[in-house]
């Protein structure tokens, strides 16, 4: 992709109108590209969350299956 500063390089008078859409058209390819990567940042950041769900979910279990293991550990004795 060209640089702003090489589009700009060599400006006339007689070229503007030319570097002008060049530059305006970088800056939608921008914004575009900003807007896809807040989307895909919102979704990661969801994933995330759902799996700290998970894990939680996990560690309750594990703490569950360790009193449960206590617990028959004591009657048996």
């Given amino acids: ?3 702003p500063e090489e589009v700009l390089e060599g400006a006339t ?3 503007a109108p030319d570097q002008k859409r060049i530059l ?3 800056q939608q390819n921008l914004t575009r590209t900003d807007g896809k ?9 969801r994933k995330l969350d759902r799996l700290d769900g998970h894990a939680e979910c ?3 279990l594990e ?3 360790s009193e449960a293991d206590a617990h028959s550990t004591v ?3």
Wanted: overall charge negative.
């Fill in 1 to 3: 992709m060209t640089a």
């Fill in 58 to 60: 996990l560690d309750q």
């Fill in 37 to 45: 990567i807040d989307a895909l940042t919102y979704r990661i950041d």
């Fill in 13 to 15: 008078w007689e070229t």
């Fill in 63 to 65: 703490r569950r299956v």
């Fill in 24 to 26: 305006t058209s970088m």
């Fill in 75 to 77: 009657e048996t004795a």
